[in-house]
């Protein structure tokens, strides 16, 4: 058996690599594909991340249609209707969360199931480390979109007093914001990396800072770094959004919620607050993949297959 997924290599997508190691630990084969190369390739399951996919090229086949975010501004209600109206009918759906569901509002009656973000086993297994020396004050792990308003995080660490702190931005597709701080040595732009390094980047750094702005869809679905950062036992800065404190009330977690115009960003306040960490034994990848209904189906549709724990 062979999956094919596609997506258009805009985005980071940790959970291709955890969707790959996940089912090639059972002897399915995968490729990672973008559109327009996806005809060209024979594979049982075809498994779109979306965006739109209005036709159906997998006809042998199963199509599965991914929704890990609603639409983006601008025009973000248009263009989830009209995804939701026009996008090929797959035969499973999932999404991120209800949240992200409610937003597409299809009516049929199409399977679906809910896969949230997850983190790798390894980072919960993995040992606590004698004191290591910092090379960064500061991480933000990311996109550099539009959409993430990163402007008032630049200008911040770009003058006095926060200049004198370093600022890594992990991340891909950001030249333009390197060539207008180029003369703000003290921010660092690198990547993108492998998903499995990104640990020992923030493990190397005194802050971890999760910054979306604040609206929709960022303020209701999860911040997939925000979960490694904490896996780290890293400090956390993150910006005032539901999800995240609804996750800090659930785990009992304490991270530094900054102002919206980052007024609060001080070196001495923020080393001074008592940071605490959830346990994320449940946030593992292989768990998240069970709960979303996945494998129940392709079993339904497949009876060879068998996701029983290794």
Same mark, same amino acid.
Request: proline residues 7%; charged residues 25%; aromatic residues 18%.
């Given at each position: 058996?062979?999956?094919?997924?596609?997506?258009?290599?805009?985005?980071?997508?940790?959970?291709?690599?955890?969707?790959?190691?996940?089912?090639?630990?059972?002897?399915?084969?995968?490729?990672?594909?973008?559109?327009?190369?996806?005809?060209?390739?024979?594979?049982?399951? #075809?498994?779109? !991340?979306?965006?739109?996919?209005?036709?159906?090229? $997998?006809?042998?086949? @199963? +199509? %599965?249609?991914?929704?890990?975010?609603?639409?983006?501004?601008?025009?973000?209600?248009?263009?989830?209707?009209?995804?939701?109206?026009?996008?090929?009918?797959?035969?499973?759906?999932?999404?991120?969360?209800?949240?992200?569901?409610?937003?597409?509002?299809?009516?049929?009656?199409?399977?679906?199931?809910?896969?949230?973000?997850?983190?790798?086993?390894?980072?919960?297994?993995?040992?606590?480390?004698?004191?290591?020396?910092?090379?960064?004050?500061?991480?933000?792990?990311?996109?550099?979109?539009?959409?993430?308003?990163? #402007?008032?995080? !630049?200008?911040?660490?770009?003058?006095?007093?926060? $200049?004198?702190?370093? @600022? +890594? %931005?992990?991340?891909?597709?950001?030249?333009?914001?390197?060539?207008?701080?180029?003369?703000?040595?003290?921010?660092?732009?690198?990547?993108?990396?492998?998903?499995?390094?990104?640990?020992?980047?923030?493990?190397?750094?005194?802050?971890?800072?999760?910054?979306?702005?604040?609206?929709?869809?960022?303020?209701?679905?999860?911040?997939?770094?925000?979960?490694?950062?904490?896996?780290?036992?890293?400090?956390?800065?993150?910006?005032?959004?539901?999800?995240?404190?609804?996750?800090?009330?659930?785990?009992?977690?304490?991270?530094?919620?900054?102002?919206?115009?980052?007024?609060?960003?001080?070196?001495?306040?923020?080393?001074?607050?008592?940071?605490?960490?959830?346990?994320?034994?449940?946030?593992?990848?292989?768990?998240?993949?069970?709960?979303?209904?996945?494998?129940?189906?392709?079993?339904?549709?497949?009876?060879?297959?068998?996701?029983?724990?290794?």
């Amino acid at each position: 058996m062979k999956i094919i997924f596609i997506h258009p290599h805009k985005a980071l997508l940790p959970e291709l690599e955890a969707y790959i190691n996940f089912f090639s630990d059972y002897g399915i084969d995968t490729e990672i594909a973008a559109p327009k190369w996806s005809g060209e390739i024979k594979a049982e399951i #075809e498994w779109t !991340f979306m965006g739109t996919d209005f036709v159906k090229r $997998n006809r042998g086949g @199963l +199509l %599965i249609h991914e929704y890990a975010s609603a639409s983006l501004p601008r025009f973000r209600g248009v263009k989830d209707f009209l995804k939701a109206r026009f996008n090929a009918r797959p035969d499973f759906r999932i999404f991120l969360n209800e949240y992200v569901q409610k937003r597409f509002r299809f009516k049929d009656s199409i399977p679906f199931g809910f896969r949230d973000m997850g983190i790798p086993e390894a980072l919960i297994k993995m040992e606590p480390l004698p004191k290591r020396q910092k090379k960064y004050d500061f991480i933000y792990c990311g996109s550099v979109g539009r959409d993430r308003r990163m #402007e008032e995080v !630049f200008a911040a660490f770009a003058k006095p007093p926060l $200049n004198n702190h370093s @600022l +890594l %931005i992990l991340s891909r597709d950001y030249d333009f914001y390197s060539k207008k701080y180029f003369n703000s040595p003290n921010i660092l732009f690198q990547g993108p990396v492998k998903p499995s390094e990104v640990a020992d980047y923030i493990l190397d750094s005194r802050f971890c800072i999760n910054y979306r702005p604040l609206i929709e869809p960022h303020l209701y679905q999860t911040p997939a770094k925000l979960l490694e950062y904490a896996a780290c036992k890293t400090p956390i800065l993150t910006t005032d959004s539901p999800w995240v404190r609804e996750f800090c009330k659930r785990y009992g977690c304490h991270f530094y919620f900054l102002k919206e115009d980052l007024s609060n960003l001080h070196w001495d306040q923020i080393c001074q607050f008592s940071y605490s960490y959830p346990d994320l034994s449940d946030w593992i990848w292989e768990k998240q993949i069970r709960r979303s209904g996945i494998l129940e189906f392709l079993q339904s549709r497949y009876p060879y297959l068998n996701f029983r724990f290794l």
